[in-house]
Nanobody, 122 residues
Framework: QVQLVESGGGLVQAGGSLRLSCAAS????????MAWFRQAPGKEREFVAA????????YYTDSVKGRFTISRDNAKNTVYLQMNVLKPEDTAVYYC???????????????WGQGTQVTVSS
């Protein structure tokens, strides 16, 4: 089992920045790839970004490219999502996820965190 705990959400004005963190514990070696998803009110959960164990493979959904950056610190078992130039449409609950590879975690994560709310005001 892998446990994931997100933090760093909050309320920010449009154009502002936030950094989300996700601390992983447990059998992290079994699901080394990490990802962020989000779910806005009334919408389905969507993929945001993914990163491989070594950080050499990274994916982003088109709507966040150039504004969001995913990174990780394996010594701390933590993955980050730096979010810049935030827009009201980025408002959502953001979830951390873990999976086998950066490609597969985008569609079939094995573990989920509990989520953290991000609200962007206009």
């Amino acid at each position: 089992q892998v446990q994931l705990v997100e933090s760093g959400g909050g309320l920010v004005q449009a154009g502002g920045s936030l950094r989300l963190s996700c601390a992983a514990s447990g059998r992290t070696f079994s699901s080394p790839a990490m990802a962020w998803f989000r779910q806005a009110p009334g919408k389905e959960r969507e993929f945001v970004a993914a990163i491989s164990w070594g950080g050499d493979t990274i994916y982003y959904t088109d709507s966040v490219k150039g504004r969001f950056t995913i990174s990780r610190d394996n010594a701390k078992n933590t993955v980050y999502l730096q979010m810049n130039v935030l827009k009201p449409e980025d408002t959502a609950v953001y979830y951390c996820a873990a999976g086998i590879t950066a490609i597969r975690v985008r569609s079939t994560p094995q573990y989920w965190g509990q989520g953290t709310q991000v609200t962007v005001s206009s």
